[in-house]
């Protein structure tokens, strides 16, 4: 079992920039992929990016491909996410999730832990 902590969230105006860290703990997290989801009010969870457990492998939403960045830390055992050119429709709760097979996936189910979250609000 791995445990994710999610920080770095905040208000920002449009066009900045934020960078959202995701500590996990537990003696296999190196060994896990990595992603990371979004909640907007009103609507459904969506996948925004993820990395393999090597960090070789990424991918992102069309949405925030070019503007976000996904990197992974092993011997910190973090992941990051720095957020670029930030718009208004980014606004959410931002979750961490962490996926046994190590491979880089977009597929929420195959994720079995995940952070409590962390809020993003972009004003216009």
């Known amino acids: 079992q791995v445990q994710l902590v999610e920080s770095g969230g905040g208000l920002v105006q449009a066009g900045g920039s934020l960078r959202l860290s995701c500590a996990a703990s537990?003696?296999?997290?190196?060994?896990?992929?990595m992603g990371w989801f979004r909640q907007a009010p009103g609507k459904e969870r969506e996948f925004v990016t993820t990395?393999?457990?090597?960090?070789?492998?990424?991918y992102y939403a069309d949405s925030v491909k070019g503007r976000f960045t996904i990197s992974r830390d092993n011997a910190a055992n973090t992941v990051y996410l720095q957020m670029n050119s930030l718009k208004p429709e980014d606004t959410a709760v931002y979750y961490c999730?962490?996926?046994?097979?190590?491979?880089?996936?977009?597929?929420?189910?195959?994720?079995?832990?995940w952070g409590q979250g962390t809020q993003v609000t972009v004003s216009s």
């Open positions: 999730a962490a996926a046994p097979q190590g491979r880089a996936t977009t597929r929420a189910y195959d994720y079995d832990n």
């Open positions: 537990g003696r296999t997290a190196s060994t896990y992929a």
């Open positions: 990395i393999s457990w090597s960090g070789r492998v990424t």
